[in-house]
């Protein structure tokens, strides 16, 4: 069957199920079912949801959970997290509960500097080029007023351009490197609208500087966006306690458990293999945070992994270390986040997210996001040098290989009961599963 069509963006919703199920399935009448199954049945608040892009055809869900008792900086919070990994969330709140009675999580705010960029070529004197920037500097930021005028009511803005030779890197190569303060918002339309303001004045002003010749006149702007990479957009969280209250109950000794603990955090930090897996562990809860709050993951994702190899290798994004008995982990984290615009006063499960958190500015936010990173990594690293990660990990997967079996309740309790103290393997469930129904 032809699976070519035009125009499919202008169907109705009906019609575009009807085209797809038509077009990729047998049992096209059973697929249309599945697709509006998942519906929602208030009309309202499907239409909202359908808005968000094009070509929607029905919801996905993903489980919104809460991890409680997080103590940071003093104040209980609930974090909200949106993330299908079965082990994600129970790993937040043993990491919460075992914090919470050793003085919590401290977190800070470093910086929350925003950049974007106009990039152009430009193949004539660089003297010239300073000289009109340098003159038209003033010029690019006052045409930006009718963007920037609520903004900087609020305290933010524009905080500076600056003119870059890239040339060395790239012929013909400059850019306008630019600083924002965005305040509680991401700030990514406010950057972006900027940035655009910012080529036009350039290249208006650019055809009338006399000092220019004809080509010189020519500036070619290539792009003007904003970056992910925001290392002048960080946040700090901490925990610490004396090394003789890191006592576990997983016949290890405090002192044991640090060594073993900081040497872990070391291999993260010198080789990359295990760094990516380390730092995908603290992902866990980062974009879990990131995406029940209704902000961007995937600028999130890109910005740390690059803040993760900023000094040309890729590297744990977390440390440890014991200082005078004390011990201390702790990660710094480039995180652009917004807590107004964008999603935030839409999608009604991020409104409440981000009311359990107490609508928090953008900086505490900040703050709940790197915690939650660096909660995920203090259990992954707990269980990784204790136990190992299965255990805890295939308990939680347990009822997933149970759902894939089709168990039912009774034998769901039966098998959560049987596994209690035995390591979960699929094969092992299986074999149980399969004993059992025998048996009935
Ligand atoms: C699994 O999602 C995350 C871990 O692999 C992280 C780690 O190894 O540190 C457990």
């Known amino acids: 069957m032809n699976k070519h069509i035009e125009g499919f963006s202008k169907l109705t919703k009906e019609q575009k199920i009807e085209w797809l199920t038509a077009t990729y399935f047998e049992e096209s009448e059973q697929a249309s079912k599945l697709l509006k199954q998942y519906w929602n049945e208030d009309a309202q608040l499907q239409k909202l949801h359908d808005e968000f892009i094009e070509n929607t055809l029905s919801n996905f869900y993903l489980p919104f959970a809460i991890a409680p008792n997080f103590l940071i900086n003093e104040k209980v919070y609930s974090i909200p997290m949106t993330i299908e990994e079965s082990s994600v969330v129970a790993a937040a709140g043993k990491a919460a509960k075992f914090w919470q009675n050793r003085g919590g999580f401290t977190a800070k705010v470093l910086s929350t500097e925003k950049i974007g960029q106009v990039h152009f070529m430009y193949s004539g004197s660089k003297e010239k080029l300073t000289a009109f920037f340098e003159q038209i500097k003033g010029r690019l930021i006052s045409d930006c007023a009718h963007i920037t005028a609520n903004m900087e009511k609020r305290g933010g803005g524009i905080l500076d351009i600056e003119l870059k030779d890239k040339t060395g890197e790239l012929e013909q190569y400059y850019q306008l490197h630019c600083t924002f303060n965005t305040l509680d918002a991401m700030g990514a339309n406010f950057i972006n609208s900027c940035l655009e303001q910012f080529s036009k004045t350039f290249t208006e002003e650019a055809r009338s500087y006399t000092a220019f010749d004809e080509t010189e006149r020519q500036i070619r702007i290539v792009m003007s966006i904003l970056s992910n990479y925001v290392p002048n957009c960080v946040v700090r969280a901490e925990v610490s306690c004396p090394i003789e209250e890191l006592n576990e109950d997983k016949g290890i000794s405090p002192e044991e458990f640090a060594e073993k603990f900081i040497d872990a ?19 866990n809860g980062v974009d879990a945070v990131v995406l029940a709050t209704g902000n961007d993951f995937r600028a999130v994702e890109a910005g ?38 964008g999603l935030t006063s839409l999608h009604p499960l991020v409104k409440l997210a981000l009311e359990m ?17 660096l909660a995920q990594n203090f259990a992954a690293l707990r269980s990784l040098i204790t136990t190992g990660i299965q255990k805890g990990h295939m308990k ?8 894939q ?23 092992q469930v299986v074999d149980a599963f399969n004993k059992l129904r025998a048996k009935a």
């Open 265 to 283: 955090v070391n291999i993260a930090k010198v080789e990359p293999y295990r760094a990516v897996t380390h730092n995908k562990g603290i992902m």
């Open 304 to 341: 740390i992994h690059a803040y993760a190899a900023r000094d040309g290798k890729y590297s744990s994004l977390t440390d440890a270390a014991v200082e005078d008995g004390i011990f201390k982990f702790w990660i710094e984290l480039p995180l652009a986040l917004g807590t107004v615009g």
């Open 357 to 373: 958190l107490g609508k928090p500015s953008a900086k505490e936010l900040m703050q709940v996001v790197a915690v939650a990173g």
């Open 396 to 403: 939680m997967h347990l009822l997933n290989i149970l759902n």
């Open 405 to 427: 079996l089709q168990a039912s309740e009774e034998e769901k309790v039966y098998f959560v009961n049987y596994f209690k103290d035995k390591t979960v393997t699929h094969s």
